[in-house]
């Protein structure tokens, strides 16, 4: 990869590469995710670390098969035009010479759930059964990727890491994201707290993960557009390392 500037960010789609000469050579363009899966593999130490807690875990309703190698697996919801329905909004802008990816904005929403019963000797505020799942996986201005739990909580459960951008087909368009991590956010950890837990999980690994994505074609934006996409998101890199260094 032939890149004047490389920064590399802690999300599910995580790599901006940009090249100084892409005003003039390069034409990006937007593409909307419609379909794909999610595999993961969860972390045994830490269902050790749950069941110990209180949450032991039971199984998965599983929506899409998963990838080879992985246990659960979670489809990807396609776009609604009905407000009342989930449907995926995420979008990105992509580029293969010279390579570019940035993700735009919108949410992936998933399907499927992860299950537990629950001691109530340990966690008194849960009931006997618990779960997360229906997962909605979207991005702040600091390009950190999290996903919300929709189905229980409400809260944003799982902080997403990976150390690479999608691996993209443009010819069959689709993409495939190796080598991602979830991780308990704080906002879980507090949740299992007030509901009675005597440890905080913040930070531990709840999986390993896999992403499958088809997309479609939405436009290809004017070459101002796609410079102010560029700084804008360049601006958000930069506030998350000074961040991060702090």
Same mark, same amino acid.
């Given at each position: 990869?032939?890149? #004047?500037?490389?920064a590399?960010l802690?999300?599910l789609?995580?790599?901006?590469?940009?090249?100084?000469?892409?005003?003039?050579?390069?034409?990006?363009?937007?593409?909307?995710?419609?379909?794909?899966?999610?595999?993961?593999? $969860?972390?045994?130490?830490?269902?050790?670390?749950?069941?110990?807690i209180?949450?032991?875990?039971?199984?998965?309703d599983?929506?899409?098969?998963?990838?080879?190698?992985?246990?659960?697996?979670?489809?990807?919801?396609?776009?609604?035009?009905?407000?009342?329905?989930r449907?995926?909004?995420?979008?990105?802008?992509?580029?293969?010479?010279?390579?570019?990816?940035v993700?735009?904005?919108?949410?992936?929403?998933?399907?499927?759930?992860?299950?537990?019963?629950?001691?109530t000797?340990?966690l008194?505020?849960?009931?006997?059964?618990?779960?997360?799942?229906?997962?909605?996986?979207?991005?702040?201005?600091?390009f950190s990727?999290?996903?919300?739990?929709t189905?229980?909580?409400?809260?944003?459960? $799982?902080?997403v890491?990976?150390?690479?951008?999608?691996?993209?087909?443009?010819?069959?368009?689709?993409?495939?994201?190796?080598?991602?991590? $979830?991780?308990?956010?704080?906002?879980?950890?507090?949740?299992?707290?007030?509901?009675g837990?005597?440890?905080?999980?913040?930070?531990? #690994?709840?999986a390993?993960?896999?992403?499958?994505?088809?997309?479609?074609?939405?436009?290809?934006?004017?070459?101002?557009?796609t410079v102010?996409? $560029?700084?804008?998101?360049?601006?958000?890199?930069?506030? #998350?390392q #000074?961040?991060?260094?702090?």
């Amino acid at each position: 990869m032939n890149t #004047k500037h490389l920064a590399t960010l802690l999300g599910l789609t995580s790599v901006i590469a940009f090249n100084t000469v892409l005003p003039v050579k390069a034409e990006p363009q937007v593409y909307l995710e419609v379909a794909g899966r999610e595999s993961l593999e $969860l972390d045994p130490t830490t269902l050790a670390i749950l069941e110990n807690i209180g949450l032991r875990f039971t199984g998965s309703d599983n929506t899409a098969p998963p990838a080879p190698g992985f246990s659960i697996g979670a489809a990807l919801l396609p776009p609604s035009s009905n407000p009342n329905i989930r449907g995926t909004t995420f979008t990105f802008l992509y580029d293969d010479n010279p390579l570019l990816y940035v993700p735009l904005g919108g949410t992936e929403e998933f399907s499927g759930s992860v299950n537990f019963s629950v001691d109530t000797n340990k966690l008194s505020g849960l009931g006997t059964e618990f779960a997360i799942g229906n997962f909605s996986n979207a991005f702040d201005e600091t390009f950190s990727f999290f996903l919300t739990d929709t189905l229980t909580t409400n809260l944003p459960v $799982l902080d997403v890491t990976s150390s690479g951008i999608p691996t993209v087909d443009l010819n069959t368009q689709t993409w495939v994201l190796e080598g991602l991590e $979830l991780f308990f956010s704080q906002e879980f950890s507090d949740f299992l707290i007030n509901a009675g837990a005597t440890q905080s999980v913040a930070g531990l #690994k709840f999986a390993d993960a896999r992403g499958n994505r088809s997309f479609v074609l939405v436009s290809t934006p004017e070459p101002g557009t796609t410079v102010a996409l $560029l700084v804008s998101s360049l601006g958000a890199i930069a506030l #998350k390392q #000074k961040s991060n260094n702090q």
